[in-house]
């Protein structure tokens, strides 16, 4: 990144060892994809079934966002999301770690770091509590995900080079489903697959 931004930790909560280990062990079932492969439209089609809550990047890490663009003006907003990722995501975190001390939590994120292997992905589990915590990957082809950015016409997808770019699968366990399906057929599929647990 360039140097018109510093990526301060103003934004960052430290979370010392120990901290989270009283908290309750619900569900977290974190729903993963790239742009526009419908992560959070799944979400708000399956949260309901199970009596979930829904914890998305974008609202969360919203005022992280806002306030950094105010500061910069001249950045894109992709730009922010990368320069203030470790700020975003502890948004995240926390926000995952305090719902789900209550209900099932259903956590909407692209995750591309965390999914990337086990060792990321086994601190990240411990981040927000440890298990049970389930890896959903929508996978999406090229041509639906141009569709769906140019439809919703987001300011955060523009100029992005790797915007409609289909990622490989994540690097852990996790149940892949076919994000070109009609969402109630992929949400019959996830009840199916989890035994109707909430």
Known sequence: MSGWIDPSAKFLARVEPGERSSMSTHPVYVISGVAGSGKTTLAHAWAPTMGAAIVDLDVVAANVVDTALHEHPEARPWQINAAYRVQRYRCLIDAITSERRSATVMA??????????????????????????????????????????????????????????????PGVPHHAVNGELPVPEIVASLRSRFDNEG
């Open 108 to 169: 909407v994120a692209p995750f591309t770091q965390e999914i990337a292997g086990e060792a990321p992905w086994s601190q990240f589990v411990r981040d927000i509590g440890g298990e049970p915590v389930d890896l959903v990957w929508i996978q999406t082809g090229a041509r639906a995900l141009s569709e769906r950015i140019a439809l919703r016409g987001a300011a955060r997808d523009a100029g992005r080079s790797d915007a409609a770019v289909p990622k490989p699968p």
